[in-house]
């Protein structure tokens, strides 16, 4: 033990840092501008990550504490911290990638006017993200996992008077909900029939080291329907997190949110939620699942390398990059590889943190140069840059190193975690036969395609000419600053293949490798590991040959009005066919239903109510005028023969006298006409 504390007691204080720092955060308001506070805490966390928990905990023990949470009938929920190599593993991951975005952070938001929400916002997120990775249960990793979007829904439209952010973030906000519904059913469905969402008693608390399929999921049917449904309720949330086809289209537009908050949350931590989800419940999948999610995996890989060739958008290219590489992990979790996930998961986070930190430097140089210059123009268009090699090059070689990284070239640590998927999705459908080969072929297009797509980022960015070099006799470029410099270096060193194994050519040799293993069932093919990663080097090779030619000596075949390329810019049409089918069409379901409420429900409605109101008028009439005139008749006709009777009989004589004589001449009057 590096630390005098507990693993457990060290992953509370990994927490709580950024927790403590948002609130005090919050509390000062805009008097907290520098930073300092959101800095000093992921500085402690990433610390304490490291020597209170990973180094104690990986590939040595797993530990887990928990606390009375609260009771529903005979069952006790609890909460608590769940450390192993899998979470331990995550939650360093975390931390080291939100530390140098801290760093980077001072100098990129350095005068906004909003600088104190962002790190406070910055520092929940961290929170969010940490507790999650540590969670005891399904509930509390759920909890967790809403934390997480909430605090992205803040970060995405921080610049919120911006109209194309505040539509970003409520579109994030809104499809990552589709998930979180699913999320929510696998949980149900857990609970149903296991009656625990305890991951350490689904799963083994020993578990994700060499035999994780223990535990109480290992006793139950994986060919119920249950369990079915359960495995595609959680890839649905994992599908909406990780930006999975056809969920991903939130991501893109997400990069409306500032760079460095798209290099932490869209790159690097938020997006590999999901994959990491679909690891902890790996177990829980079957093979009609898992087929799924490999399907959807390479559907997304494909896509995202095709929309990411026709952008011109520096950050959107390197979003659908991730999308692309999502989809990557998710086929290692399919085809049962979910420790080569993990790892590319981890390699993915420090290339590709860094190729969006290196695009923030060039748009804060492009931006600053813009003003000074006076002109208009996007300053994150490709199609304006072009020789910034020559202003930037400390920039450059960073971003040349994070570019062969995500190109999986050899010595580079994508080349470990990109050739481990591919070459094992080889090695399954080999096993499997049949069309099951069409899945390493195209995960094998679309490695090429990878490599194509970031060499057309590259040779545009840094060479050829500078479309405005008229004025940069009079207005210079300038490097970024060493603030911005220092956590790139960082994360350039740390996307090359010493960090993850001393072996160029043998991810098995990997340390994450070596501890989190899979035990696939399908053999090993050696001469995979050789014709796989030579045949991908030799394909990226070629790409940028070929995008030498095109980009750098302007033999560019197609134009800009080019189908093909229209339809990879539109990113497949997609956000049109969700606007025509589900938001057009929400909205003329809602028209038709108002004028069926309008002049159905409410015509009926008021019919009744003046019918209603006419029966009543009709029955008031007759109970007033027939009913109640009839008894008034009545009574009215005896009070008057009383009336004349009582002056009858009033005691006087003369009074009796005169009624008789009145009574008598009657009598005789009717004699005689008679």
């Not at 609260?70 to 609890?78: A, Q, V």
């Not at 916002?121 to 990775?133: E, I, P, Q, V």
Request: with cysteine; hydrophobic share 55%.
């Amino acid at each position: 033990m590096l630390l005098p504390i507990s693993p457990i007691i060290a992953s509370i204080l990994v927490m709580l840092f950024p927790l403590v720092a948002s609130v005090l955060q919050a509390m000062l308001g805009k008097k907290a501008i520098s930073g300092n506070m959101a800095l000093i805490a992921i500085l402690g966390s990433t610390i304490i990550s490291l020597f209170g928990v990973f180094l104690p905990v990986w590939n040595s023990t797993s530990l887990q504490q928990k606390w009375e949470w609260f009771t529903i009938g005979d069952h006790t929920l609890h909460v608590g911290i769940l450390v192993n190599n899998l979470t331990a593993l995550m939650q360093l991951v975390v931390c080291v990638i939100a530390l140098p975005v801290h760093i980077y952070s001072r100098a990129y938001m350095k005068g906004d006017s909003g600088i104190h929400r962002y790190w406070m916002y910055l520092s929940l997120f961290c929170f969010a993200m940490l507790g999650l990775t540590v969670s005891l249960n399904l509930l509390q990793l759920y909890i967790f996992w809403e934390l997480v979007g909430f605090a992205s829904y803040l970060l995405i439209g921080f610049w919120f008077t911006k109209e194309t952010a505040a539509q970003a973030n409520k579109k994030a906000f809104l499809i990552n909900r589709i998930g979180d519904l699913g999320f929510l059913i696998g949980i149900a469905l857990v609970y149903a029939h296991c009656g625990t969402l305890d991951l350490a008693t689904l799963f083994n608390q020993t578990g994700f080291f060499k035999d994780i399929d223990i535990g109480l999921i290992s006793s139950i049917d994986k060919n119920a329907t249950w369990v079915t449904f359960a495995g595609l309720a959680f890839f649905l949330g994992a599908m909406a997190k990780s930006a999975q086809f056809p969920l991903h289209v939130w991501l893109p537009d997400a990069m409306e949110g500032p760079t460095s908050v798209s290099s932490l949350i869209h790159a690097a931590t938020m997006v590999a939620a999901g994959v990491f989800l679909l690891c902890t419940v790996f177990p829980l999948f079957n093979e009609t699942v898992l087929l799924i999610i490999v399907i959807i995996g390479t559907l997304t890989a494909l896509s995202g390398a095709l929309f990411a060739l026709g952008q011109y958008d520096i950050k959107k290219v390197l979003a659908f990059s991730t999308i692309s590489q999502l989809g990557f992990m998710m086929v290692g979790v399919g085809i049962g590889a979910w420790d080569a996930a993990m790892f590319h998961l981890t390699t993915h986070a420090f290339f590709k943190c860094l190729l969006f930190l290196c695009a923030g430097a060039l748009i804060h140089e492009m931006t600053h140069w813009k003003a000074k210059a006076q002109l208009d123009f996007d300053p994150k268009d490709l199609r304006h840059m072009g020789g910034l090699r020559r202003f930037m090059p400390k920039t450059f070689i960073c971003m040349v190193i994070a570019s062969l990284s995500l190109a999986g070239f050899p010595s580079t640590s994508g080349y470990l975690s990109k050739d481990s998927i591919v070459i094992t999705a080889y090695e399954w459908a080999s096993h499997l036969g049949g069309a099951y080969v069409l899945i390493p072929i195209l995960l094998i297009i679309i490695s090429i395609l990878t490599a194509f797509y970031i060499g057309r980022l590259i040779l545009k960015v840094f060479f050829g000419s500078f479309k405005y070099r008229s004025h940069i006799k009079t207005i210079k470029f300038h490097e970024a600053p060493k603030a911005m410099l220092i956590p790139m270096v960082f994360l350039a060193a740390a996307s090359l293949f010493p960090l993850f194994g001393l072996s160029l050519a043998d991810y098995h040799s990997s340390w994450i490798m070596q501890t989190l293993d899979a035990n696939t069932i399908y053999p090993t093919q050696a001469q995979a590991h050789l014709f796989i990663p030579a045949l991908l080097t030799g394909g990226a090779i070629l790409g940028w040959l070929v995008g030498w030619s095109w980009y750098v000596k302007k033999k560019y075949p197609l134009s800009e009005n080019n189908r093909l390329v229209h339809f990879a810019n539109k990113q497949g049409y997609l956000n049109e066919f969700n606007e025509s089918i589900f938001v057009k069409g929400t909205l003329e379901l809602s028209r038709i239903l108002y004028i069926f409420d309008q002049y159905m429900v409410d015509g009926i409605t008021k019919f009744f109510s003046w019918f209603v109101r006419g029966l009543s008028a009709a029955v008031y009439w007759f109970d007033k005028y027939i009913v109640d005139g009839l008894v008034n008749s009545f009574a009215q006709a005896t009070y008057y023969i009383g009336h004349l009777v009582r002056h009858v009989q009033n005691g006087q004589l003369q009074g009796y006298l005169g009624f008789a004589l009145t009574i008598v001449i009657l009598g005789i009057l009717y004699l005689i006409i008679t």
